[in-house]
């Protein structure tokens, strides 16, 4: 649901509009709209900001893990329309047992390298990636080193 006090914002209108169930909060500070966005509806949501919308670049895919609280992970989008010089931030949040979410590569094609970073460095798994590998650390590196869960001392043989 719209927060009440982004009524005033164009883009949460018709993110909300195309869809209601999609937003379940968000805000606006330093003049930076964030919409936290239902993880089941990323897909299509990013589809109409870019098509509609016009939020032709996607200049981030990060995350953040707030272990140990649940839900454990939030996957972080940063849009940008060139066109209207507008930027909007989407926030996912994930459950801490097999965090997974679409793959927004069918909307842009540069979120390939940023979600297989996300992967490797989190854990969390874009279904649908069309090539959801390791990107940063070897083939045969045992977890994922942002993970505030993981050992940071002692040996990893």
């Known amino acids: 649901m719209l927060p009440d006090s982004l009524r005033q914002q164009a883009t ?13 909060g968000g805000n606006s500070d330093h003049s930076e709209l964030t919409l936290e966005i239902a993880a089941a509806k990323i897909g299509s949501v990013c589809g109409f900001l870019k098509f509609d919308q016009g939020f032709v670049r ?13 839900p454990r992970f939030e996957v972080v989008y940063h849009l940008h329309s060139v066109e209207h010089n507008q930027r909007v931030r989407l926030k996912c949040q994930l459950t801490g047992t097999e965090p997974a979410i679409d793959s927004v590569t069918s909307v842009w094609r540069g979120a390939n390298w940023y979600e297989r970073e996300v992967f490797d460095l989190f854990g969390i798994q874009f279904r649908n990636h069309p090539n959801l590998k390791r990107i940063m650390m070897p083939d045969d590196w045992e977890g994922h080193p942002l993970r505030k869960d993981y050992p940071i001392t002692g040996s990893r043989v």
């Not at 949460?12 to 379940?24: H, N, Q, Y």
């Not at 995350?63 to 649940?70: G, H, I, K, S, W």
């Open 12 to 24: 949460a209108l018709a993110v909300e509009a195309f869809d209601g169930d999609a937003i379940t």
């Open 58 to 70: 996607l200049s981030t895919v990060t995350a953040v893990d707030r272990y140990p609280a649940e």
